[in-house]
């Protein structure tokens, strides 16, 4: 979700809770009607006043929307924002503000996306938040692009890449296997499996030289706890 009135924030970013309001709700309602209380407590101090809310707390809003629900949307104007919020953050990624464009993918995220388009994003803000070094946010969204669109070679792409950052080559390893099976030409797969296959190879020597310089007694120990 995007701050409305954080004067720090990029210009992009603040433009994101104002489209949110146009559309119908702002995005600390939508964090509150997704039962995202942590999304809530942060958008909180971020947030002008408003006036629909009679009760303008944490609490307030989360009970508020919970009772009465969003506002109608206008869908074609929800469509727009979508659009332009995708477009603002391809462009922050190719000039590398990946924080930035994960943002704003965020944001699209809130303008009523279709199934398809909600893994897309999520594929494209779990690449932003890779290239800007956090594995675990890129691996979450990637999971969940996965589940969104669990026969999309894409989504098991990017869930591999997150766990090649986060050094988990086994897994990627299956990720990218998932991946040739919906499309065995691929070939961004088939060299990303490669890769996982080489660092898995690499660690396995690594241990073996490992074990092999320490006494009787510790390799066994060693050898065990690599078999579990």
């Not at 919970?66 to 506002?71: D, N, P, T, V």
């Not at 390893?173 to 080489?198: I, Q, R, W, Y």
């Amino acid at each position: 979700m995007c701050p409305t009135k954080d004067p720090f924030a990029p210009p992009e970013l603040r433009l994101c809770g104002q489209e949110a309001m146009e559309c119908g709700n702002t995005p600390i309602e939508v964090a509150a009607s997704k039962g995202s209380r942590d999304m809530v407590e942060m958008l909180f101090p971020l947030t002008s006043l408003v006036s629909t809310l009679p009760n303008w707390s944490i609490d307030g809003i989360i009970s508020h929307v919970k009772h009465f629900g969003l506002k109608p949307m206008d869908k074609q104007k929800c469509a727009k924002i979508r659009t332009e919020l995708k477009q603002k953050a391809s462009e922050a990624f190719k000039e590398g503000k990946y924080y930035v464009a994960s943002e704003m993918y965020t944001g699209a995220m809130a303008f009523d996306p279709s199934p398809d388009d909600c893994a897309a994003i999520l594929a494209n803000r779990s690449l932003s938040t890779l290239r800007g070094g956090n594995g675990r946010a890129a691996l979450s969204d990637a999971t969940m692009c996965r589940m969104a669109r669990p026969l999309w070679p894409k989504a098991c792409y990017r869930e591999g890449a997150a766990l090649m950052l986060l050094k988990k080559y086994e897994r990627a390893c299956e990720a990218f296997v998932d991946g040739l099976k919906l499309d065995p030409t691929n070939g961004d797969l088939a060299n990303a499996l490669s890769a996982s296959c080489t660092q898995i190879l690499d660690n396995s020597h690594v241990q073996n030289i490992l074990v092999a310089g320490k006494p009787k007694k510790q390799q066994r120990m060693l050898v065990a706890v690599k078999s579990d």
